[in-house]
């Protein structure tokens, strides 16, 4: 009987370790980010777009705009206008549809093409 209670006792002791490397992977995952974009031609194009009207911007001159909300560490953000998961396929949803993704919002549709779009989350979702 002990040799059972034995491994019935590593077995546990085995599937809390699991659970808890588990926990600590999960909280460690990093922020969303793009592997694809040029955050550098991004952040130009913050200023093309004229984002900075509406939005703070960070390193960006003059988008000192108070209408939308500030982009300020916009990379650790959960959310994209409260309803999308921050990553870079949503985010480049929303710069190219905002209306699409929420009927009424403020955010104009700009008219950014896809490529546009992918440089300028790789921009937003490199601040952090």
């Not at 991004?42 to 209408?67: K, M, W």
């Not at 992918?118 to 952090?128: K, P, T």
Request: with cysteine; glycine share 14%; aromatic share 6%.
């Amino acid at each position: 009987m002990s040799g059972m209670r034995g491994w019935l006792l590593a077995g546990a002791a085995l599937s809390l370790t699991g659970l808890l490397v588990g926990c600590s992977l999960e909280q460690r995952l990093p922020p969303a980010e793009s592997t694809f974009g040029d955050p550098q031609r991004g952040r130009a194009l913050v200023s093309t777009y004229g984002c900075g009207s509406c939005h703070i911007v960070p390193g960006v001159r003059n988008a000192d705009g108070l209408v939308g909300p500030p982009l300020i560490k916009f990379g650790k953000r959960s959310y994209i206008a409260g309803q999308l998961p921050n990553n870079a396929e949503n985010l480049q949803r929303w710069i190219r549809d905002p209306v699409g993704v929420e009927p009424g919002t403020a955010m104009p549709d700009l008219g950014v093409p896809p490529l546009d779009a992918r440089d300028l989350a790789a921009y937003l979702l490199s601040l952090e």
